[in-house]
């Protein structure tokens, strides 16, 4: 992949320790007329990240090197009625999680078990879930169970305006409390590792177009897209999409769309609930996980300039994508016919 961040020149230059070696993407330059790179490469210096199939991931406190781990998750035994969520980080993953949920277990009671016991990115005893395993993830396919594939194991993905995602993993990664996951940049240094791909996750259409690529590729897999926009848009209908792809009753949908209104979930899930534990831990007690669940954020944050340079970007990163047609006009762009 392209080394868009602070690129090797004539100047001496220094590999970022924990790279995958001499071709990693991220370099930090000593060179003194290559400021703007060096900032970029140190706003993400003290993360402690590893590049893996060349992308970069977070490693947590629970994992030593992420492609032994990921290895492991490879052979992880799948049952036959769990289902995966899938997006990119800050797409509505908390939400999309406690639909699924709710649809599997045919409730509008929040259950007791959270996102962060259900994630496959971090090692944890999956074994112990209750049937059916409501899954979830912001890894891509290729690092999927090996039998996620032989069972035909249904995934859900999470889509959602990447304007408006970005901002709100911005936000969310400079609020750590540990500073090796911390984001210590600016907004536009955000922006611009986004773009290089050398933000934990890689980027947005990296993202996007892996898992496209995938159900192209794998077509006998059950995928569901659940387009984040249009769950605020309309709730109960699009739960009556999910319930009727994961195959239960959608006599709740309803009542699942009123109970997990966004205002409905921060006050249960908040100030002393399951989500407030976590915050409390991961971002000393600061509300970042449910933050605004509002469409179109991102006008507060991108400048004219950023925003007509990032839709310049996603054009050229995301040619031929169906997927990524669908969040255009959240974006501010035009609507593109097939």
């Not at 069972?151 to 959602?160: A, G, P, Q, V």
């Not at 911005?170 to 986004?194: D, I, P, S």
């Amino acid at each position: 992949m392209e080394a868009a961040v602070g690129r090797p020149n004539t100047c001496e230059s220094s590999p970022r320790k924990d790279t995958c070696g001499p071709d990693s993407r991220l370099w930090v330059s000593k060179c003194p007329a290559d400021g703007n790179a060096r900032a970029k490469a140190q706003a993400v210096e003290n993360i402690d990240m590893q590049c893996v199939d060349g992308i970069w991931l977070m490693k947590f406190d629970a994992v030593k090197d992420m492609a032994s781990y990921l290895k492991k998750l490879r052979s992880l035994n799948m049952r036959n009625d769990d289902v995966i969520s899938c997006g990119f980080p800050r797409s509505g993953n908390h939400w999309c999680f406690e639909l699924v949920n709710m649809i599997l277990f045919q409730t509008t009671k929040f259950r007791e078990e959270s996102f962060a016991c259900n994630l496959l990115d971090i090692p944890r005893d999956l074994e112990t879930i209750k049937s059916p395993r409501n899954l979830v993830t912001h890894l891509r396919p290729l690092h999927f169970p090996k039998q996620a594939m032989d069972k035909k194991t249904k995934i859900i993905y999470i889509l959602r305006n990447p304007k408006d995602v970005l901002v709100s993993m911005y936000l969310m990664n400079r609020e750590f409390a540990k500073y090796e996951w911390r984001f210590l940049g600016t907004w536009q240094q955000f922006l611009e590792l986004h773009k290089s791909g050398d933000l934990p996750g890689g980027s947005w259409w990296e993202h996007v177009r892996a898992v496209e690529s995938f159900a192209a590729a794998n077509p006998h897999i059950p995928l569901h897209i659940f387009q984040y926009e249009n769950a605020k848009e309309r709730p109960a209908e699009e739960i009556r999409k999910l319930c009727h792809f994961l195959g239960t009753p959608d006599e709740l949908a309803e009542e699942i769309a009123r109970v997990t209104r966004f205002e409905n979930m921060k006050k249960m899930l908040g100030a002393g609930g399951k989500i407030a534990a976590m915050e409390k831990l991961v971002f000393h007690e600061k509300e970042v996980v449910l933050r605004k669940g509002q469409v179109g954020d991102w006008k507060n944050w991108f400048s004219h300039a950023e925003s007509e340079q990032f839709d310049r970007d996603f054009e050229a990163n995301t040619r031929g994508s169906e997927w990524a047609k669908r969040v255009r006009t959240y974006m501010g762009l035009p609507a593109l016919t097939k």
